[in-house]
């Protein structure tokens, strides 16, 4: 079974544009959260999504926003990208209800903006 | 306000010997603990967890204490072995919603010795 994949991997862009990074789940597996890691923060938790539905929130601006198809796959954007959004965006997916241990990471997409 | 602590940013440790890895965390309506292993370039992987309901948890060489009253809980790995080295995550999921939520500490880095 193939594990959760992100695209693209790594990601370069300047302060004011937009960027979308894509996550396809595991095969099955409905609910997509993603995650932000940088190292003065660690890993900080974006939006969890559901059925194409946001389902849970985290404690971000406006411009991280996300949503989600009818096959489970995910998207996140960030619009008038900033120097801290320089990050790796992290995908997990799982089941139905991500229970405890039960959610699966993708590799991440790192963003680098200059 | 760092809901979830790991406090020590490294730890190395001798082959064969202990690993013990601690994590604080202030919110006591957690109640879903976690820990994730990741490597570089890499997704975390889920670990092993522990309900709160619980003080123990033991998964092969890998066991998790809790303790509610001094909201603390350690990893301990036994023996360790150098393809353990990597940066472990402790989070906490189950406060006010969704099990997507997790929220996790800062890691600590673990060097394995030979």
């Known amino acids: 079974k193939a594990g959760v994949t992100q695209t693209p991997r790594y990601l370069i862009k300047t302060r004011g544009q937009q960027v979308t990074l894509s996550c396809s789940p595991i095969s099955g597996h409905r609910s997509v959260s993603w995650y932000q890691q940088t190292p003065g923060q660690g890993l900080q938790f974006l939006f969890e999504?559901?059925?194409?539905?946001?389902?849970n929130k985290g404690n971000f601006p406006g411009r991280f926003s996300g949503r989600q198809f009818s096959n489970s796959r995910s998207e996140m954007n960030v619009s008038t990208l900033e120097l801290g959004d320089s990050a790796l965006y992290l995908c997990a997916s799982s089941l139905k209800d991500p229970l405890p241990g039960a959610q699966y990471f993708g590799p991440g997409t790192r963003l680098l903006v200059l | 306000d760092q809901q979830v602590k790991q406090n020590s940013p490294s730890l190395s440790v001798q082959e064969g010997r202990i690993s013990i890895l601690n994590c604080d965390y202030t919110?006591?309506?957690?109640?879903?603990f976690l820990w994730y292993k990741k490597y570089p370039a890499e997704g975390p992987t889920f670990l092993i967890s522990?309900?709160?309901?619980?003080d123990k948890n033991e998964d092969g060489r890998f066991t998790v204490f809790l303790n509610k009253s001094a909201k603390h809980l350690s990893l301990h790995i036994v023996p360790s072995q150098p393809g353990d080295s990597a940066v472990y995550f402790c989070?906490?999921?189950?406060?006010?919603?969704?099990?997507?939520?997790?929220?996790f500490g800062k890691g600590t880095k673990l060097s394995v010795k030979p």
């Open positions: 999504y559901f059925s194409e539905t946001q389902r």
């Open positions: 919110n006591s309506m957690f109640d879903y």
């Open positions: 522990i309900s709160s309901i619980k």
């Open positions: 989070a906490a999921s189950g406060a006010g919603g969704s099990q997507g939520n997790l929220i």
